[in-house]
């Protein structure tokens, strides 16, 4: 009787603690747990951090400056130097085309590609579906390595080497993509669908207009995936691209690293022009953007 | 009404097309090519020929070897540091927690180029780590001329870059758990450590499970960092099964031997992948 009474006062003692928490760390030693939670948080904050801000640093200063000891943590002036420098390596208006292109022309590609299958995969019966989906399904645990070689071949047979066709080609089927689309189809409501019918609207017309419309946050989702997807990309194009005119953000840094003398200042400008509009375009659209890298982990 | 009959077909199509090409094809292709080598300027079925090479080929079971002690060693450390923030940045006592988020979700937006590059500039020997560590009268460590150290720089920049991932998916599950689960549980008398025990851990399983495919699949295909930040060495110490599948294709042109190393990571991937499933499925 008495470790029930005892039970039930820390009960209430925990549940009034907890009413607390949610308003401030008022008691001593929530204070303190506080406390030690944002010392664990700031030390990994730096941790996450600091690479970037070395990265301005370095792509501010003179190569030297990057090995120096007592290490250098301030800017330099070297910032229109290294650029200058960097644009005559690789040529970066070209490079940064090249990498913009390929990833808006993929994104527009692929997302109509996968929407409209995950659509049907979601929202209709035919003969073939469930085949078609597990076939999806199953690829995605192939590693991409696997098709490497063959699609390599097919290219060069096909003298394709070197387009942007080649670096997009291969991935605008994308499983995951479709996937995800269709998590987000099948929460639609099928009634919707069928009253369009009724009003006589064509299957087309209630994809564009019906459905389409109320899929932007899942749609914008998808386009940072299959962007990021697109942009980071380097093992492909570094196989089918040899030509430095069609080089991407990766593949062009990559080469940097491999010539006889580096220019330790050009290649942080590199990164940092490589990094900084992602970071841009993630902190404006945080949101989407997390969840379009977590896929359906979130839902 | 033949117009409606038809339409699922005209949507599936090009994404069917695409997948014949560009997936289905290269992986039935790069199977048959596992089993052909090239002789007078053609390929001719050469049977196990480089499934038995690779037996013997101590650079594969190097490869074999690092990217399983990689894996081994970076993904539960990973893991455990994304659950410790991811429960940190739950708690109700913190404020700024969408800053903090933000910020350790920013690695996971680099180019794995950018960051390999930006790692290999930090560790070179008279680089930047090492100035750190003998200002405080520490001793330079040889971060990528020593087999052990480029491992370890291989395991440290990746967690650096995936680390806030997880954890965002780990504290999005961690709110998606019921308050009266823990509500209950108190009731019953459990401690906070019980709570995570038995609440925590098995509500988090399906997401922990999701993470740690997504990282078995993406170690097994390490490619971009040891490219990037190690070249593979020294002395082959940081060669992964990804860089050797590239370096036969394409440094040394083997297609058919590129191809059996590729299939052997598709059976590795494979049964990694069920495995796991059996592990965190048995009491679902």
């Known amino acids: 009787m008495s470790t029930k009474i005892n039970t039930f006062k820390r009960t209430v003692q925990s549940l009034q603690i907890r009413g607390q928490q949610t308003k401030k760390a008022s008691t001593p030693k929530a204070k303190f747990k506080a406390l030690w939670m944002y010392l664990l948080l700031v030390v990994f904050l730096i941790i996450s951090v600091f690479p970037f801000y070395w990265m301005f640093v370095g792509a501010t200063n003179d190569s030297s400056k990057m090995f120096t000891n007592p290490p250098t943590l301030s800017f330099g002036s070297e910032f229109m130097t290294n650029l200058t420098n960097l644009n005559e390596s690789i040529g970066i208006a070209r490079v940064m085309f090249n990498s913009i292109f390929v990833s808006v022309l993929y994104v527009v590609i692929a997302l109509a590609v996968c929407t409209s299958a995950a659509y049907v995969l979601a929202k209709f019966e035919f003969k073939g579906r469930k085949f078609i989906f597990t076939a999806f399904l199953l690829s995605m645990m192939i590693p991409y390595q696997a098709t490497l070689i063959p699609l390599f071949r097919m290219m060069s047979d096909l003298n394709l080497l070197n387009t942007y066709f080649a670096i997009i080609a291969p991935q605008l089927c994308f499983p995951f993509a479709i996937f995800l689309m269709r998590q987000n189809f099948l929460a639609f409501p099928s009634e919707l669908l069928e009253s369009a019918r009724l009003d006589g609207a064509s299957e087309f017309r209630i994809f564009m207009s019906v459905v389409v419309p109320s899929m932007k946050p899942a749609l914008a989702a998808t386009s940072i995936f299959l962007f990021m997807t697109q942009w980071n990309n380097f093992m492909w194009p570094l196989v089918v691209l040899n030509e430095n005119s069609m080089y991407t953000f990766p593949v062009a840094l990559s080469s940097l690293m491999g010539l006889s003398y580096i220019d330790y200042g050009q290649v942080m400008m590199g990164v940092t022009l490589a990094t900084v509009p992602i970071i841009v375009f993630f902190l404006a659209l945080q949101r989407h953007f997390i969840s379009g890298m977590l896929g359906s982990a979130l839902k | ?284």
């Not at chain 2, 003998?134 to 920049?157: E, H, N, Q, T």
């Not at chain 2, 008398?189 to 851990?201: D, H, S």
């Open chain 2, 1 to 284: 009404m033949t117009h409606t009959k038809r339409f699922p077909y005209l949507f599936i199509a090009p994404a069917v097309i695409l997948f014949c090409i560009f997936t289905v094809y290269p992986i039935i292709s790069s199977f048959i090519l596992s089993f052909q080598e090239m002789e007078g300027g053609q390929y001719v079925f050469a049977g196990l020929e480089n499934y038995k090479r690779l037996l013997n080929d101590s650079i594969f079971w190097t490869a074999l070897k690092n990217t399983f002690l990689i894996f081994i060693i970076q993904v539960p450390i990973m893991i455990i540091l994304a659950m410790v923030l991811a429960s940190t940045l739950n708690s109700q006592l913190l404020k700024l927690k969408g800053f903090f988020r933000v910020s350790f979700f920013l690695p996971a937006v680099t180019s794995l180029v950018a960051y390999s590059i930006l790692f290999k500039i930090m560790l070179q020997e008279e680089g930047l780590f090492n100035n750190l560590f003998m200002m405080v009268g520490m001793d330079p460590i040889p971060w990528l001329s020593d087999p052990f150290w480029a491992k370890a720089s291989i395991i440290m920049a990746m967690t650096w870059r995936w680390t806030g991932y997880n954890m965002v998916i780990f504290l999005a599950a961690l709110q998606n758990i019921s308050e009266d689960l823990y509500e209950a549980a108190s009731l019953d008398g459990a401690g906070k450590i019980r709570k995570f025990f038995y609440i925590t851990v098995p509500q988090l399983k399906p997401v922990i499970l999701f993470a740690a495919i997504l990282s078995t699949i993406g170690t097994l295909q390490l490619f971009d960092e040891p490219y990037n930040l190690t070249e593979g060495g020294p002395a082959d110490s940081t060669m992964t099964l990804g860089l050797y599948i590239y370096q036969s294709g394409f440094e040394y042109f083997e297609f058919g031997y590129a191809s059996a190393i590729a299939y052997t990571v598709v059976i590795i991937v494979a049964i990694l992948s069920f495995i796991q499933f059996k592990v965190a499925g048995d009491d679902k």
